[in-house]
């Protein structure tokens, strides 16, 4: 069936360290894949998203690529700020607007 | 443009009693979606509507688990009887009408049971 794996945390990182993020997903035809963000005490937001191979996502500095030949989709962003601090949610869908999640990355940036 | 509106935002309460989740989502978004998040975990789709039909409620435990979105727009999620392992956050989202539209989450309400 459909999932995704997303690297374990907790990840602590100082500010204007490099960040990535590993997902890597199993589907069915074509997904399209997502990276969502819920900051302490709010809901999901979507960070950024790609429909199709080799597409890049990219939003708030964050970017990711959709690589189907390594069934990927890592989040980026080359230098952090304390304000990134939140968990980090990759997740897929497959035409039915059913969303699969990840577990989850929580990332904390210290200053 | 106000986001998806979820009530309330604590919910304690102990196992085998009732308690119901209301949703208003953003105007206008046809498709209506409840989540289940355990400590933890990801979100994980309970039941998704599209105005007021069901479109897919595979996951959920309909034992005890009954949702309904009767006019199409606002959508009220019970639990009858709640169980120690219901203890989690549920998500409400909406999105327009259409395949791959992105999905806009509410706050959501944080149950406890005890």
């Known amino acids: 069936g459909d999932s995704v794996t997303q690297m374990e945390g907790p990840v602590t990182l100082s500010e204007e360290a490099f960040l990535t993020i590993n997902c890597t997903y199993t589907a069915t035809g074509y997904p399209s894949l997502f990276w969502y963000v819920q900051y302490p005490g709010e809901g999901l937001q979507l960070l950024l998203k790609?429909?199709?191979?080799?597409d890049k996502g990219s939003n708030k500095g964050f970017e990711a690529t959709y690589r189907k030949e390594t069934t990927s989709f890592h989040l980026e962003k080359g230098s952090v700020q304390v304000s990134d601090s939140a968990v980090y949610f990759c997740?897929?869908?497959?035409?039915?607007?059913?969303?699969?999640f990840g577990t989850g990355t929580r990332l904390t940036v210290i200053p | 443009e106000a986001g998806v509106a979820q009530s309330p935002r604590y919910k304690i309460i102990e196992k085998r009693q009732s308690v119901a989740f209301w949703c208003n989502p953003i105007s206008g978004h046809a498709t209506l979606y409840w989540y289940q998040q355990i400590l933890g975990q990801g979100p994980k789709l309970l039941i998704q509507f599209q105005n007021n039909g069901v479109v897919d409620d595979s996951q959920l435990p309909k034992d005890r688990f009954s949702a309904e979105r009767l006019k199409g727009v606002d959508s009220t999620l019970k639990i009858q009887p709640a169980k120690l392992e219901d203890s989690a956050v549920y998500l409400c989202?909406?999105?327009?009408?259409?395949?791959?539209?992105?999905?806009?989450f509410g706050p959501g309400t944080r149950l406890l049971v005890l």
């Open positions: 997740a897929l869908e497959t035409g039915a607007n059913n969303l699969f």
């Open positions: 790609a429909t199709k191979a080799d």
């Open positions: 989202a909406s999105s327009l009408a259409g395949v791959r539209e992105t999905q806009y």
